[in-house]
């Protein structure tokens, strides 16, 4: 379990032309690179500015660390944070949670009554800190949830304002709950929109609650920020980005995340919503797939294989897992080459037969590697995928930070249940129903 | 929480051609009923005589049942089953424990040494029963797991040789273990693939341990089998598949499954499997993506509504959530709307405003409606989604019980750990490698 390397990497090889069709062609790269160059040129003042959107690839100042550090500092004898929040208001703390292990957070992110009453049953809230996230201060399902905990806490006589904290903008009705009973305000940047928010006070805070190492990640990410220059061919992020968005444009309309990692199964769902929502506007945008290596080798792999050629995979490869777990000699003789051998080493083994089964019939894939699942490196990981996110946008010339097209369903949710007429509500009522079985 | 419907129902009103665009035209209705009509005549048949692939819709017979009673009930005293398996010989099982929420399940479906440990550390064995999975007897990651696994039993020496059983095929290294140990072994019907076997032995063992009603998922499952018919205007499952067939003729390349209940969220990857395994071959299938309403509205809607015009949506609706949690009353003026409404109006309506925000822009989308989740509807659900895969693969005119393109990747991996030269782990080993940051 050697590391012999230091910063994320991608391998493009097997979507290169040369391979996998459709393919690049090594013009397409040299045109792919000046364009980034040029758009390079403009966005890098942007995140030194902090610019809308392009302050998510920003790293935090010492004096914000310290701030944000002092902040969770009061909270630190907690030993659980339930985050309420949706979408990227909890995507972004589940992923750094889960990744790296930490126990005692808990996300309350749908309204499920089943499932959120499981979850609150089996809460200590006496040891839990509530975190309660919205950028808007609006969004109902986080203020439903809020106010069945809160409920709840009190009717186990718990004073529920002097442990919870609320994280949003500065107006608005958690911005109004948080002064009329004085509960610590953690300030939800309005430069940072919700999908991009993981490197930000937003999402560490539950982390440095429960002990994460915030300077750690921080560090990766300010390495992720270093790595962005004006050449693809020097930049993973950057490269990444820009491949996919040419593959897209060459059919590939599709874009299967497959980590060798369980502990990466909540960034899968980080990254579709930040593929999803920046990228998918104006008719256009690449579908994300959420996979497990080797799992879905037996589930998905059929397709990917033998399918239309329209996807492509992102392979995640840790260098090292930290983790020993060896097979045992056995009695088996058909099995004689697993005995002794790591599971580790059968899991990466696994991922380059996969990638190579896949380049055999040219399907396009693209190997990340990073040498481990550690604070370091998932910051410089997630820092890498907002920035390939941000250049993908800036390639196609749409608006990566906005989600025009989420409003319609609100305003319908809202109009129904006021009992508002309007034409999202009578859409509703109106429904073209066509039943069968019924 | 009123129960007014019984069987599972679906409404295609949101794929038909005067609301969605690419859509479904009620001559097109008429053909496919046509078509189904011939094929149900042709399978209809094949069910009964247990016909290789087909055997997945014919119900467990009364003497049948009785022996997978009569095989658990020497198990029953266990608090814990750890399946080890993976693909379909995990996740029959781990949907349906999911969805009903018996504790107790635990899966190996993985190699990650990291999250292998974890779980394998917290198991109490003493007081676990191990249910070893595989068709062929010979699957690379479920022989590895089962060897930890025994070592680790051995270490704590606990006699694993009361306590496993073994499902595979009358032949085999599986085989031969249960022969040698004497351990119980639970016949896996060659006649049913992998992921085709939710409602067989294979995975209704483990649920009959913890004590689910094998016999209520049975009766769910007789009641899928009763209503496949003729007419697609009378059976659900069968209209399903011709319409989501139909739709990816028409360009629909993507079909993505959002349920509105987190128990359901299993039983996404249980489908996405179906659907990719089944369907995905000679250069076609239907990409099945897996969401999760309403918390995925805040995560993947805005592509969904707003991207390319190629993706549908299936959503599933529970009438009854068979637990109640209110929204208390609150001191915002801008939510009295919230006040007392139970969650589960909030997250079916949130449904509803999802759905018609999707008609509104023409993309199609279909609502399966079940009564709740328990185990009659989840035998039904199961049995309806297997016949809908079916149809599809009849209708395509393709074999929907192989899958040819993951042996290249297997041959692959066990050439490489065994050190032969062949021209798949040559592949590996001259992989065209372009690195980027390395």
Redesign the interface.
């Known amino acids: 379990m050697n590391v012999t390397?230091e910063?994320?990497?991608?391998?493009?090889?097997?979507s290169?032309d040369?391979?996998a069709s459709p393919g690049i062609s090594s013009d397409t790269l040299d045109s792919l690179d000046d364009q980034v160059a040029a758009i390079h040129s403009v966005i890098g003042p942007k995140i030194n500015n902090n610019s809308f959107g392009y302050a998510a690839l920003n790293i935090l100042s010492p004096e914000e660390l310290k701030n944000l550090c002092d902040f969770t500092e009061s909270f630190s004898d907690f030993s659980n944070v339930l985050t309420i929040g949706?979408?990227?208001s909890a995507?972004g703390s589940a992923t750094l949670s889960t990744a790296l292990?930490l126990s005692g957070h808990y996300v309350l992110?749908?309204?499920?009554?089943?499932?959120?009453?499981?979850l609150l049953n089996n809460l200590d809230f006496t040891d839990t800190v509530i975190n309660i996230v919205s950028l808007s201060g609006?969004t109902?399902?986080t203020?439903?949830n809020f106010?069945?905990v809160?409920?709840l806490m009190n009717e186990q006589n718990i004073d529920w304002t002097s442990q919870t904290f609320v994280t949003t903008s500065n107006k608005g009705?958690l911005y109004d709950?948080s002064d009329?009973y004085n509960l610590p305000l953690l300030p939800f940047s309005e430069f940072i929109p919700g999908?991009f928010s993981a490197l930000s006070s937003v999402s560490l805070a539950p982390i440095a609650i429960l002990g994460g190492s915030v300077e750690e990640i921080l560090k990766g990410a300010r390495s992720g920020l270093d790595?962005l220059s004006e050449s693809?061919?020097?930049?993973?992020a950057y490269?990444y980005g820009a491949i996919t968005t040419e593959l897209f444009n060459l059919g590939i309309?599709?874009n299967s995340l497959m980590p060798?990692?369980?502990?990466l199964e909540t960034f899968t769902?980080w990254f579709?919503?930040l593929?999803?929502?920046s990228?998918?506007?104006?008719?256009?945008?690449q579908?994300p797939?959420?996979a497990?290596?080797?799992?879905d080798?037996?589930?998905?792999?059929?397709?990917?294989?033998?399918?239309?050629?329209?996807?492509m995979v992102t392979f995640i490869d840790v260098v090292n897992?930290?983790?020993?777990?060896?097979?045992?000699a056995?009695?088996?003789g058909?099995?004689d080459?697993?005995s002794n051998?790591?599971?580790?080493t059968?899991?990466r083994?696994?991922l380059?037969?996969?990638?190579?089964?896949l380049?055999?019939v040219g399907c396009p894939s693209i190997r990340i590697?990073i040498d481990q699942?550690d604070s370091f490196c998932l910051g410089e990981l997630l820092h890498g995928c907002m920035a390939s996110c941000i250049i993908s946008a800036e390639l196609q010339g749409i608006n990566g930070f906005d989600?025009?097209?989420?409003e319609?369903?609100?305003q319908?949710?809202?109009d129904?249940?006021?009992?508002k007429s309007s034409s999202?509500s009578s859409?509703?009522q109106n429904?073209?129903?066509?039943?069968?079985?019924?």
């Open positions: 390397e910063y994320m990497r991608i391998d493009i090889g097997n290169i040369t391979v949706i979408g990227g995507l292990g992110d749908n309204v499920d009554p089943s499932a959120n009453l499981t609006s109902i399902e203020i439903s106010l069945v809160r409920n009705p709950l009329k999908r790595s693809i061919y020097s930049s993973p490269a309309i599709s060798y990692s369980e502990r769902e579709a919503q593929w999803s929502e990228l998918g506007k104006e008719g256009i945008g579908i797939l959420r497990m290596g080797a799992t080798q037996h589930s998905q792999l059929q397709l990917y294989r033998a399918g239309k050629r329209n996807l897992h930290q983790t020993e777990l060896t097979i045992p056995s009695e088996f058909d099995f080459y697993l051998l790591d599971l580790d059968l899991l083994t696994e380059q037969a996969t990638e190579a089964s380049a055999d590697e699942v989600q025009p097209a989420v319609w369903g609100k319908a949710l809202k129904i249940l006021t009992g999202e859409s509703i429904k073209n129903s066509y039943w069968i079985g019924k």
